[in-house]
């Protein structure tokens, strides 16, 4: 993660975390940390909280019958969380999020399991219509930690140029 501190007085700094346009490089990789290791109470919380019925995330007698034989933690948890992670490093100074694209379910995820994520830059270009702003896409993978990808997906984001962030104008 892109991480500096701000002078903001005598001794004293703000931190400031993420990427500006002209930080993102097609073809790096940015590897998020830390971790989370998945528990019941996050994946039957998330599922109820979300209305999602289906028995498979909690209910433990039905999901033994299945090719699993335990319970699968809800994948829009999952989704949620890898998203979370990747944004310091990614999406901290977006303005604004455009769109995901070719999200992949590839491997089941368990309660217990820990998973990390990373994203690779894909494509980045200037705004037409925003000047001072550009457009990163990136792809991100969803790892358990015996490297299992789990999850990808891409995702576009308006980002703004050095200078022309919410911090470089409000002083934030």
């Not at 490093?89 to 089941?108: C, E, M």
């Not at 358990?144 to 140029?161: C, H, I, N, Q």
């Amino acid at each position: 993660m892109t991480y500096t501190a701000k002078p903001v007085g005598e001794n004293r700094y703000r931190e400031s975390l993420g990427r500006y346009f002209e930080d993102f490089q097609v073809g790096d990789v940015y590897e998020h940390r830390p971790g989370r290791t998945i528990n019941e109470a996050d994946n039957s919380w998330f599922t109820l909280l979300t209305m999602n019925t289906h028995p498979l995330h909690f209910d433990h007698e039905y999901a033994k019958h299945t090719e699993f034989g335990k319970p699968l933690v809800n994948s829009a948890f999952t989704l949620s969380v890898v998203v979370g992670m990747s944004v310091s490093d990614t999406s901290q100074k977006a303005i604004a999020n455009l769109g995901w694209d070719k999200i992949k379910l590839t491997a089941p995820v368990f309660v217990g399991d820990t998973i990390y994520s990373d994203s690779e830059v894909l494509d980045k270009r200037e705004s037409k219509s925003r000047p001072h702003q550009g457009i990163v896409t990136v792809k991100t993978r969803g790892l358990k930690a015996d490297g299992t990808v789990f999850m990808s997906y891409e995702r576009s984001f308006l980002v703004p140029f050095r200078g022309h962030g919410i911090e470089d104008k409000a002083g934030y």
